[in-house]
């Protein structure tokens, strides 16, 4: 039996194999509010024979938030839309987490009702764009500004948006939550020298820059337990102009610190274009010494790839990206080695049940033995 389609215990979960359904950004929700919907309970269950979901990004607040047609998880609205959705993935056996994120500078006046977008420090991202539509679904990639740098009532405030997302995640009937802290917003922004200028104890020095992330995942543990919280880290995922000389150290510090706090889980978020850097060996090696609870890890895995990383020991459980999107049914597809659909990226952000509901499962003949 190939290890990926393995049970795992998560904690105290009990997961029906090592795939996860990893985060994607759909941007499918009702409005006004960014409330989930039953449309969105149908892509979560037809995708829930994974071992675990994490949800696309969730927003924590008004301000949070950088691209239209995102959820979030803070008004009652909002988590009674998550409640059929959470429903319907346990119901076909998948544990789901939710992911909560605040964009930082990644985000535009129009989520900001016409203020400036908050950050670590007052620099605006070069060449990042977020996706801005109409009520129709008719969307558009916008430039983003310079934002404000944040006053300290300001990173006081989004750590208690955290911790009050996260009791309200729980309350929609999430397993756990993830906090993202990769991937260019808020939490790596403070991770990251050249997004992070600040003169005040959350920059210049590596424990410094850590500081918001740490008090981020305390709030959130004293909200909700250790043992439902995740961390996503992307160490050497440079978009959003964030290359920085010092993450991975940065990173690996970090860890040290989650570990201590005995998370559920860090989860590894890895470059997946054509020319993207591999992650050294060396890496993996010593991040699996530092943190010994689960490692997810994600970026254009295949079967044997995500075979190769857990005989290894550097993961415990393997997520799957676009893969999901066109293939609800990608664990039977894979466990049996069957040809997987072709994406439709068109289909991507925003938009109906055209490319998110109507992805068919492979009508697979039973075997009789």
């Known amino acids: 039996m190939k290890k990926l389609f393995e049970k795992a215990q998560l904690k105290s979960l009990d997961l029906q194999n090592r795939v996860v359904m990893a985060p994607m950004t759909r941007a499918r929700t009702s409005q006004p509010g960014n409330i989930p919907n039953d449309m969105m309970a149908t892509y979560y269950q037809q995708r829930a024979t994974a071992g675990l979901i994490i949800s696309e990004a969730t927003q924590i607040s008004d301000d949070s938030q950088g691209y239209s047609f995102t959820p979030g998880v ?144 305390d709030a959130v543990i004293a909200a909700i337990g250790a043992d439902k919280v995740g961390v996503r880290l992307a160490p050497f995922i440079t978009f959003k102009d964030m290359n920085c000389p010092d993450i991975v150290p940065t990173i690996l510090e970090a860890s040290r610190q989650l570990q201590a706090r005995d998370i559920a889980y860090m989860h590894l978020s890895e470059a997946d274009w054509d020319d993207a850097p591999v992650i050294p060996e060396s890496f993996r090696i010593e991040l699996r010494e530092i943190f010994t609870n689960t490692i997810i890890v994600a970026g254009s895995y295949t079967q044997e790839r995500a075979d190769d990383v857990l005989r290894k020991g550097y993961a415990d459980l393997v997520a799957f990206g676009r893969p999901f999107v066109s293939n609800p049914d990608l664990v039977s597809r894979l466990e049996h080695d069957y040809e997987l659909a072709d994406l439709d990226g068109a289909t991507l952000f925003g938009g109906n049940e055209r490319g998110y509901t109507d992805y068919p499962a492979m009508q697979i003949a039973e075997i009789v033995d």
């Open 74 to 217: 803070y008004t009652n609205e909002q988590v009674k839309g998550w409640q059929p959705v959470t429903k319907a993935a346990h119901e076909q056996g998948a544990a789901m987490f939710c992911q909560l994120w605040h964009v930082g500078r990644v985000s535009h006046p129009t989520f900001q009702k016409g203020e400036l977008p908050i950050a670590p420090s007052a620099l605006a991202p070069i060449e990042t764009k977020v996706w801005i539509s109409d009520d129709q679904g008719n969307g558009n990639m916008v430039d983003c500004i310079q934002p404000r740098e944040m006053e300290q009532s300001d990173i006081d405030r989004v750590i208690k948006d955290f911790a009050y997302s996260a009791k309200r995640a729980i309350e929609a009937g999430f397993d756990g939550v993830e906090i993202h802290g990769g991937n260019g917003y808020l939490i790596d922004q403070f991770l990251r020298t050249n997004s992070n200028k600040r003169t005040d104890n959350y920059g210049g020095t590596r424990e410094n820059r850590i500081r918001f992330l740490i008090e981020v995942v």
